[in-house]
Nanobody
């Protein structure tokens, strides 16, 4: 089993930046891909960024050019740097990890989830 704990959410004005962090523990040797998903009120959960163990990244069009995902395999952490934030980025953000690869748009998600952290962007 893998446990994921997120941190770094909060309230920010439009145009501002936030960095989310996620620490993995447990059977971390089994993790292949990691990513970040988000869920806004009344909307489906959306995978916005993924990164493989080798560092290959993948982004949803809605965040491409504004968000950057990074991973430290030695520390078992993944981060999401969010710049030029917009009110429509407001959501609960979840760290996601899986034993098998998953990509934005593939319809697949990792089997491990964090508890989520709230990001609110004010206009």
């Amino acid at each position: 089993q893998v446990q994921l704990v997120e941190s770094g959410g909060g309230l920010v004005q439009a145009g501002g930046s936030l960095t989310l962090s996620c620490a993995a523990s447990g059977s971390t040797f089994s993790i292949n891909a990691m990513g970040w998903s988000r869920q806004a009120p009344g909307k489906q959960r959306e995978l916005v960024a993924t990164i493989t163990r080798g560092g290959v990244t993948n982004y949803a069009d809605s965040v491409k050019g504004r968000f950057t995902i990074a991973r430290d395999n030695a520390k078992n952490t993944v981060s999401l740097q969010m710049d030029s934030l917009k009110p429509e980025d407001t959501a609960v953000y979840y760290c996601n990890a899986g034993r098998f690869p998953f990509l934005v748009g593939s319809g697949r998600l990792g089997e491990y989830w964090g508890q989520g952290t709230q990001v609110t962007v004010s206009s």
